[in-house]
């Protein structure tokens, strides 16, 4: 697993500036790159850094990401799909319970008002305080022919910027 850990970490270093992490199927934060803590100081501050181990659960708290999410309803819905896929696909207790718990914090609100950036052809995270604005698209990364269930677990995070203003935060802030 060394050899796994060392490649994971170079991946996450290397797509400095920008934020990068690690989880395994339970969505629990394994690593991170100094580009995601910067992100969650940011919005979230450092608090929500030290309390929150867990990628979605940061995003579904109100002392986490949520209050800053543009268009929260809508990633609310995909996130909440996409976690109950994984769900039924994988029968992971880990991944239920943490369904049952988001279940909890539903916000309620049906994303009736969703529109995709056509610029862009998938979706978008938006953060927004006071005059602060990040927007990133994701892409999520597996290990190839894993021959052990450790290693097929690991996930690896990347947020891009998806337009000048991000990436004109990154370059001054990190």
């Known amino acids: 697993m060394e050899i796994v850990r060392h490649a994971l970490q170079r991946m996450i270093e290397k797509h400095e500036p920008y934020p990068a992490f690690v989880v395994n199927t ?8 100094s580009g995601y ?3 969650v100081k940011i919005f979230a501050g450092e ?4 309390k929150y181990d867990n990628a979605i659960r940061i ?6 990401l949520r209050p800053y999410v543009k268009g ?3 990633i609310e819905h995909f996130l909440l799909a996409r976690l109950w896929d994984e769900v039924v696909l994988t029968q992971n207790s880990e991944l239920i319970e943490l369904y049952k718990d988001l279940l909890q914090l539903r916000s309620g609100v ?3 008002a969703f529109q995709i950036d056509n610029n862009l052809p998938i979706m ?3 953060l927004e305080k006071n005059s602060k604005k990040a927007c990133f698209f994701t892409t999520i990364t597996t ?3 894993p021959l052990d269930l450790t290693t097929q677990e690991l996930r690896i995070e990347l947020l891009f910027p998806s337009d000048e203003e991000t990436k004109q935060l990154f370059s001054f802030e990190v």
């Open 26 to 33: 339970g969505y629990k934060i394994l690593m991170t790159n």
């Open 143 to 145: 290990l190839g022919t």
């Open 59 to 64: 995003l579904f708290s109100e002392d986490g």
């Open 37 to 39: 803590d910067q992100i």
């Open 47 to 50: 608090n929500a850094l030290k």
């Open 110 to 112: 049906d994303p009736t």
């Open 124 to 126: 978008s995270l938006v």
């Open 72 to 74: 929260w309803p809508a």
